[in-house]
């Protein structure tokens, strides 16, 4: 039997190095090369889209003096001036004024109704059961479908919208919203209890936050579902005790064959909706998700 011997001396110590001092050099700052003006322009995502846009019209007055037809094909100069005239005169402010108060009043009533059966779903079985249910049945079904149901109980006039326009909102938004409470991590839900937050303090300041960015798109994509149906209703019937929207003003002047107003109202329906999606929605993310780190 070989027996092995183990050692009884520590290894020994690495030798030591002597120490010794460096002297730094002197600071000199780097110099940095401007920027040209034309190369920040060229960077700038507004410029740029600027630019794009500015292509796109001068590809649209090429085509319509090419297509020589302002009864079918307007120039781009025919319709800005046919949209400087409507904002200026008053009529199509007033026209997106009525439109866009309807518009207020579905989108508050529809994310109200969503926030509620999103809250019904995250505390119960059967509250989830239920939303899944709802939202499978009536999320595909087009809003502007149900516009001649909604005449025959709401009749002619602003009932009938507001109810179409709660159908666009509610199932979209109530979706998202679910899918974002139920996908907060549960090492986040743990750390909140571990806090002693219970109850709204807990609801604030872990499951809100945490599902903000789907909420956020949720109420962004019922905007835009709200926004279109709108449109598409007015010019259905548009028009309730001699005012209409937007959406009737294009209509009417369809009826007149003023080519270039319609092309107007098609492009302030356009921008409306790049300035909320701008002004509104991207404030918001930048406020709030962005800034917290959530969404690049």
Do not use: C
Not at 2 to 17: A, G
Not at 41 to 52: E, G, M, T, V
Not at 89 to 103: N, P, Q
Not at 254 to 266: H, I, M, S
């Amino acid at each position: 039997m070989t027996v092995t011997v183990l050692p009884t001396q520590r290894p020994l110590d690495p030798p030591l190095r002597a120490e010794r001092e460096e002297t730094l050099a002197d600071y000199v700052p780097v110099q940095v090369a401007s920027i040209p003006l034309w190369r920040r322009a060229l960077d700038s995502s507004a410029w740029r889209q600027a630019a794009l846009l500015a292509l796109l019209a001068a590809l649209w007055e090429v085509a319509a003096r090419a297509a020589d037809n302002d009864l079918l094909f307007p120039s781009f100069v025919s319709a800005a001036r046919a949209l400087w005239e409507g904002l200026y005169g008053g009529e199509l402010l007033v026209r997106a004024g009525i439109s866009l108060k309807l518009l207020l009043q579905g989108y508050a009533l529809g994310v109200v109704l969503a926030l509620g059966l999103t809250a019904l779903a995250t505390s119960s079985r059967w509250g989830r059961d239920l939303l899944s249910s709802l939202t499978a049945m009536f999320n595909p079904l087009p809003a502007i479908a149900l516009l001649p149901l909604a005449l025959l109980w709401f009749g002619l006039g602003s009932g009938s919208l507001i109810f179409v326009l709660v159908h666009a909102v509610l199932w979209p938004l109530a979706l998202a919203a679910s899918a974002g409470f139920s996908s907060v991590p549960e090492t986040l839900r743990m750390a909140g209890r571990n806090y002693g937050l219970t109850g709204p303090r807990y609801v604030a300041q872990i499951l809100l936050p945490a599902a903000l960015p789907s909420i956020l798109s949720g109420l962004r994509v019922g905007w835009a579902f709200a926004w279109r149906t709108l449109i598409a209703a007015e010019l259905f019937f548009g028009a309730s005790s001699g005012q209409g929207g937007l959406g009737w003003y294009i209509f009417q002047n369809r009826n007149e064959l003023q080519t270039d107003r319609v092309f107007a109202g098609l492009a302030l329906v356009i921008l409306i909706g790049w300035l909320v999606e701008r002004l509104v929605f991207s404030t918001i993310e930048k406020a709030t998700v962005t800034r917290w780190g959530m969404q690049r």
